[in-house]
């Protein structure tokens, strides 16, 4: 006890005796402690940095946990093509006209994620055009205003109320199904959800991280078999994403976004309304032949030393046209575990369509609201990210700093 009071009282010495020792001895004292804890912090991403860059060399040999080299690699023998075998499904999906439709990839038992989105970013009622101009109205001139062009082409998607503009956006999460009968209680909870919100959307297959691309690709079936005609964009996102809606209205519009803090490399403008394939893109990544990745990739399911260009799944956009061509396109491609590699770069090649870099869609872990403010799709964001980005978003609480260019990058 006595031991310790001289102790503090040594500390409070050093503390108080002259303001650069003082500095000193804090930056020694604390220094340490906080590079650790940001050290642990980073340690999850660290390791996936290495994973991706370093460990690449390995032989590729061993066999894949659940993808094995007898296994099945033709999508026909996993997805009918003429055949409905949704076990639920939204009851009048796409039966409406909406700008855009949303298929978010959700787990069996999501609940809780599921709620935070409805609240969040996926309630189009709340979270839509007006709060475009709560959100960046103050800054007028300093970006570019939506095309009378695209109203005109999109009138029947768009609705005004109050002098308002409000887009039709529809949410649509989906699940796989469980191979195990003992999750009996998570379906009908499930079910029950589903007649409660009609926003679910359940496949039959089994639902696993290694199936994901299945997932997709189901999405991309009831899209192109139900929206083809009535919804003019698709969104493929996951539920670790936020996805700024009033922005991707504004921006399907033919608007920019003002360019706040990573997009200040200049705006955006979406100068297509046909071909669009966008999202974070990847170049030259290489497969990853370390077994013990979660993004090991053996030699039997592909041989070359390196991926196509390819969008991240964590957000990609895609107008009505290129569902379908890449829908089409998925049944002549083998199959690959990755559904982003599979669907926005496999699949691409083979319907010709470019997948395209946008700065608009983030992948950074770190999310700051001003990000998400001058973005459209943010990676890893989680629940609490969630409603805290909502929140300041919408209640206009962040003050973003932004660049005063006027410099437009257009797209396609
Ligand atoms: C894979 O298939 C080949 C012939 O099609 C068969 O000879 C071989 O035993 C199979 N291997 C496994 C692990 O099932
Ligand atoms: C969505 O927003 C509307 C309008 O603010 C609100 O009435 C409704 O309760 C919200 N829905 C959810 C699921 O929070
Ligand atoms: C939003 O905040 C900005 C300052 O960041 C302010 O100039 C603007 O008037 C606010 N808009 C609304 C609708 O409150
Ligand atoms: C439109 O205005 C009316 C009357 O002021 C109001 O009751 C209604 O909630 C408004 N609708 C929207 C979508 O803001
Ligand atoms: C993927 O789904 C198919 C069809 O339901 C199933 O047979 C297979 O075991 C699943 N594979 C993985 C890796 O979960
Ligand atoms: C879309 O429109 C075409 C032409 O009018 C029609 O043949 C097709 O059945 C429609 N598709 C759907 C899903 O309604
Ligand atoms: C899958 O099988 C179908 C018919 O059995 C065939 O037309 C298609 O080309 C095959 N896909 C691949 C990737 O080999």
């Known amino acids: 006890m006595i031991r310790l009071r001289k102790a503090k009282f040594l500390i409070i010495w050093f503390l108080t005796r002259n303001p650069t020792q003082r500095l000193l001895l804090q930056a020694f004292l604390y220094g340490p402690i906080l590079f650790s804890l940001y050290l642990m912090f980073r340690v999850h991403q660290i390791m996936e940095q290495v994973d991706l860059k370093l460990i690449t060399g390995s032989e590729g040999t061993v066999e894949h946990k659940y993808w094995k080299p007898n296994d099945s690699y033709n999508l026909t023998n996993y997805i009918q093509e003429f055949e409905e075998t949704a076990l639920i499904m939204p ?8 700008l855009l439709t949303v298929f978010v990839t959700s787990r069996l038992d999501g609940f809780k994620t599921r709620k935070v989105i409805r609240e969040t970013w996926g309630n189009s009622t709340r979270f839509n055009y007006p709060e475009f101009i709560k959100m960046h109205g103050h800054l007028k001139g300093l970006y570019k205003p939506f095309l009378q062009s695209r109203l005109l082409l999109y009138a029947e998607h768009l609705r005004r109320e109050n002098y308002s503009l409000y887009a039709s956006v529809q949410i649509v999460f989906i699940v796989g199904r ?16 589903a007649g409660q919100y009609n926003d679910i959307l359940q496949e039959d297959f089994v639902d696993t991280y290694n199936n994901l691309t ?3 690709v189901f999405a991309l079936k009831h899209v192109n078999n139900k929206c083809f005609n009535n919804s003019a964009y698709f969104l493929k996102t996951d539920d670790d994403c936020f996805v700024n809606v009033p922005n991707i209205i504004h921006f399907l519009l033919g608007g920019t976004i003002p360019a706040y803090q990573s997009h200040r490399k200049g705006q955006t403008r979406l100068t ?11 170049f030259g990544n290489k497969p990853i032949r370390y077994s013990c990745s979660k993004f090991y990739l053996p030699n039997y399911i592909y041989t070359d030393t390196m991926y196509p260009s390819y969008l991240s799944g964590s957000g990609y956009l895609m107008s009505m046209d290129v569902v379908q061509r890449l829908y ?17 770069g496999f699949c691409s090649i083979a319907a010709q369509v470019k997948p395209v870099h946008s700065p608009l ?9 001003c990000f998400i403010k001058g973005g459209v799709v943010q990676h890893d964001v989680g629940i609490a ?7 300041r978003l919408t209640n206009n609480k962040t003050n973003c700093a932004v660049k005063r260019s006027t410099r437009i990058l257009t797209v396609y």
């Open 91 to 98: 009851s009048g999906l796409c039966k409406q006209k909406s």
């Open 178 to 193: 469980s191979n195990s009968p003992s999750s009996d209680s998570t379906l009908s909870k499930l079910q029950q959800e």
């Open 214 to 216: 299945l997932k997709s």
């Open 272 to 282: 297509a309304t046909k071909g669009v394939l966008m999202g974070y893109a990847f």
């Open 328 to 344: 089409k396109a998925a049944w002549s491609t083998r199959l690959i575990h990755f559904e982003d590699l599979f669907i926005t």
């Open 361 to 369: 869609f983030d992948l950074k872990t770190i999310h700051k609201a």
């Open 385 to 391: 990210g969630m409603k805290d980005v909502f929140h």
